[in-house]
């Protein structure tokens, strides 16, 4: 298979063309994850760059301010049917915040809002209380983005434009 026709295949996807029908699918969200300045939003730069064949740009906030890149978790449509979803990173992987982590893999919060963490046993009450602005059509494909300390890219302290 070319690029191009593996493009065509991308930009064409669709569960209603599925042998078995969409199963109630709608959208692949490619959910990433992952601890805060590991690489999230410089992945979905680097997706959508290459997808839409343009020059680098910081379209996630990649580096960006703590509060902007980290607290929301945001949607980049790559096609109809398929988005990428830049979800809040976390600082360490406590049992709570592993709780909130698999809340917006599972998809269980808004989309395209902030991500108000809270301690205790509220994040059961927001999930309830997030239910009637959730689809629950999207097709999850977790990617948990890690950055490597021990290998080192020489310019990755100087230059954040890798
Ligand atoms: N050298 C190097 N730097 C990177 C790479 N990916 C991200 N960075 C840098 O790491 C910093 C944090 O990246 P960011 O995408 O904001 O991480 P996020 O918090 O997980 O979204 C930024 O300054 C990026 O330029 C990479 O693959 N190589
Ligand atoms: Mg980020």
Redesign the pocket.
Known sequence: MDEEERRRKIRDFSFDKCKKGNQGFQRILLQLF??????????I?SIICAWFKSDYKNY?????NVKA??EHRMTYPLTNNIVLV?NR?CPTMTAHETGEIFAQLANLLPLDRRVKWSKGLRLPDRIVEAEPHVKGSGFIIPIF?Y?NHSH??P??QE????
């Open positions: 992952g601890y805060n300045g590991h690489g999230k939003s410089s992945f730069n996630a906030n990649s580096g960006g890149s980290t830049d990173g983005i950055r080192r890219c310019h990755s230059s954040p434009e890798f």
